[in-house]
């Protein structure tokens, strides 16, 4: 009796897969991927679409961030309305911004968002050696820190909003990326010089794929401290802020 293992053809290009976590090169059984394969792609797809799901985990983010915090939510009140409505995720609810006013009256150098985004496992997983490793620095260099803003239902734009009531020169936001199938806790941090509501992404500087098959937690520090670093000094951001970073020294 013939068995599958049998029927399956491997694929010349095979040994590119160990260059890349990427599906490529996974053989075929007649006109079909091997059973073991197509099983391993449906379970990485439901992992996808669970982290979409998921939820932001905010005691734990707390306790363990050493800045002290303030929890708030944006105009979308569900997953759902999240989903189907991108606009109320850039914006703050009723209660929010209520809790943000007269909260800090001074001037901040920077305010760090941390939202959910469309991964919260990757956020409750990264964002806090994150967090946690660029404070010790921005402390030692007498940065004026807002609190930390955790954000349930956020998109990127509500980072402009909070920053603007905490009147932060800079905003850095930390948010759960699209998952894909190879990659469903994946962090993406954006920063922006001089945010206000309504600012296009143009403005913003982006630092991607944040996690151990990724960029690491040490090399995304140094890297959103270079664009920190350069975003004050030349007081610009986004699409005019060239990255020179290799060969400069950091902090």
């Not at 005019?240 to 400069?248: A, C, I, R, T, V």
């Amino acid at each position: 009796m013939t068995t599958e293992k049998q029927l399956v053809q491997t694929d010349i290009w095979d040994f590119l897969q160990s260059y890349t976590s990427a599906r490529i090169a996974r053989g075929r059984a007649g006109h079909s991927l091997p059973t073991k394969e197509l099983l391993q792609f449906q379970a990485d797809h439901a992992q996808a679409r669970d982290a979409v799901h998921s939820s932001l985990d905010i005691q734990n983010i707390q306790d363990r961030i050493l800045h002290e915090t303030v929890v708030l939510q944006s105009k979308a009140s569900s997953r759902a309305q999240y989903l189907q409505r991108p606009d109320w995720g850039r914006q703050l609810s009723e209660p929010s911004k209520q809790a943000l006013n007269n909260l800090i009256d001074t001037p901040q150098d920077i305010a760090i968002v941390v939202a959910d985004g469309l991964s919260a496992n990757a956020v409750n997983t990264h964002a806090i050696p994150i967090v946690n490793g660029l404070l010790n620095v921005l402390i030692q260099h007498n940065w004026r820190i807002a609190p930390i803003a955790l954000v349930e239902q956020g998109r990127v734009a509500i980072a402009d909003e909070i920053a603007s009531a905490f009147k932060a020169e800079i905003v850095l936001i930390l948010i759960g990326e699209r998952p894909g199938l190879s990659s469903p806790d994946s962090m993406g941090a954006y920063l922006t010089y001089q945010p206000s509501v309504g600012i296009t992404d143009e403005r913003r500087n982006c630092v991607s794929n944040i996690r151990p098959e990724g960029l690491n937690y040490p090399a995304a520090i140094e890297k959103i401290l270079y664009l920190l670093t350069e975003m004050k000094t030349q007081q610009i951001s986004g699409v005019n802020l060239k990255d020179e970073m290799q060969g400069k020294l950091l902090y």
